[in-house]
């Protein structure tokens, strides 16, 4: 089958033209009001403003969360575990904890080769602590969760206290069996001893679920008094395991906030109690397999158009208005990993320029169904454009009615150009908060190119 070429199909002894990968709508059998490769609609370019300073005088402060088993409320089992099913989705994480004794005649402890830790885990990801010392973390991604962790890692002798942390990034709620799909830590073992693998999977292991900081919710105005806070300085930062909080204030305006995590590792966000999500910004995606050019038409599949190669999924956060209030909002942070929090901002969204590009080809609105139940033989399809709310159109920035080429911000005359383009767009759109023009040779007074399909680009500034 093509899905590639656009294909002529006759329907009731009539003819119609099928753009490849497409679906027309035709609620009368006759005249088409919708087709699915022929979606006229504006586009925005966005940007992100800094918004300055808006920490209050106070410094950050910390909370450093014990490693391992941190309260009453832990227990043992032979075994590992799978995690969701011991979490019981309260939390994202389950601490497995065991303690081994290392003989003083061990060959690692006399010699320059280090014991192998070796962890198989269903997923999410993995954070390894020895004698209290973070030595390393592992993942899975979203195409394999599952993975196999080795790294090498020091021993002393005598007792020995390993703890591992297992971390789950949300679960499943589609596909075949997914109540079926597990997480957590499947196997544990260390190679080098004197009598050859350690395997530690069949242990008595003691478990933790969650933080303390977590079940006395110190992300919250009440909460947060629990806890003792130190201000951070320079060797406070980069810590793993530590809560950062500190007082910030709102940015003036209407325009809707983000919070710049960029400077963080792996965890989650609070504004004034409220979780605005879990961040990885330390985590990268598969580099260099993103395509150059995206083509929607052929079948889907999950690597299709894929962006952003190489880079954070996400590092800006949004923070809904209705969460903060003028100034003292209590941001509240848990870094799994280490982190900067001095570095941490808000940023505002605004809207650059608004655009839209339709062609002579393109159909009628399907509002015209709704007014008129029909499209009129002669109807012709229209360039609408409309401002954010409170503003109104300022200027110009482009406008062609011809064969213009390229995208929003960078549209480009063709060979094809109207000279009255510029002047029409004006006439009708500054000073507006929205406008709307016929895509037509009538519009503009001339016809630049006979026997032509011609298109309308148009890019205007808000304000």
């Known amino acids: 089958m093509d899905f590639k070429s656009d294909v002529t199909v006759q329907f009731r002894n009539l003819i119609y033209v099928l753009p490849a990968w497409s679906i027309s709508i035709l ?5 088409v009001a919708f087709n699915t490769a022929k979606v006229s609609s504006q586009s925005n370019i966005m940007e992100m403003l800094p918004t300055g300073e808006l920490y209050e005088g106070e410094m950050w402060e910390s909370f450093k969360e014990q490693i391992g088993v941190s309260g009453n409320d832990n227990f043992q089992a032979v075994g590992l575990l799978e995690h969701i099913n011991t979490t ?25 080769v280090r014991p192998v830790l070796h962890i198989e885990s269903r997923g999410h990801a993995l954070s390894v602590f020895i004698n209290g010392v973070f030595v390393g973390n592992g993942n899975g991604n979203s195409r394999k969760p599952t993975f196999n962790h080795r790294q090498y890692i020091s021993l002393q002798s005598g007792r020995n206290n390993i703890a591992l942390l297992s971390t789950t990034m949300g679960l499943p709620n589609s596909g075949p069996l997914f109540e079926k799909r597990g997480a ?26 969650g933080f303390s900081g977590e079940k006395k919710q110190i992300y919250s ?24 909080k500190r007082r910030i204030n709102a940015p003036a305006g209407n325009d809707p906030v983000a919070l710049n995590l960029s400077s963080v590792g792996k965890g989650q966000a609070w504004i004034n109690g409220e979780n605005i999500g879990r961040y990885w910004i330390s985590f990268r ?32 956060y949004h923070v809904p208005r209705s969460l903060l209030k003028p100034t003292g909002n209590l941001l509240v942070l848990f870094e799994e990993t280490g982190a900067d929090p001095s570095k941490i901002s808000f940023v505002t969204r605004s809207v650059k320029s608004i655009c839209a590009s339709v062609s002579e080809a393109d159909l009628p609105s399907p509002n015209l169904w709704k007014q008129l139940g029909t499209v009129p033989v002669n109807a012709k399809p229209r360039l609408q454009l409309e401002c954010p709310k409170g503003q109104q159109i300022s200027s110009i920035k482009f406008a062609s009615f011809g064969n213009p080429e390229g995208v929003c911000g960078s549209f480009t005359k063709g060979t094809c150009h ?34 032509t399909t011609k298109s309308l680009a148009v890019e205007a500034v808000c304000s």
């Open 285 to 316: 995606s598969v580099p260099g397999n993103c395509p150059s050019t995206c083509d929607y038409r052929g079948r889907y599949n999950k690597l299709k158009c894929e962006s952003n190669c190489g880079h954070p999924s996400q590092k800006l």
């Open 418 to 451: 109207s000279t009255h383009s510029w002047g029409t767009t004006e006439k009708v759109c500054l000073g507006q908060p929205a406008c709307s023009m016929e895509v037509s040779s009538e519009t503009f007074g001339d016809n630049p190119c006979v026997d």
């Open 184 to 209: 957590g830590i499947t196997k544990v073992a260390i190679e080098g001893f004197k009598d050859g693998t350690r395997d530690l999977s069949e242990e008595l292991w003691t478990y933790q679920v």
């Open 27 to 31: 609620p009368d059998c006759k005249a």
């Open 88 to 112: 019981k989705d309260i939390t994202d994480y389950l601490w497995y904890t065991v303690s081994i004794d290392v003989g003083n005649d061990e060959p690692f402890l006399r010699s320059n």
């Open 221 to 244: 105005e009440i909460g947060s008094n629990t806890v003792n806070w130190v201000p951070v300085l320079n060797s406070l930062q980069n810590q793993p395991m530590t809560w950062y």
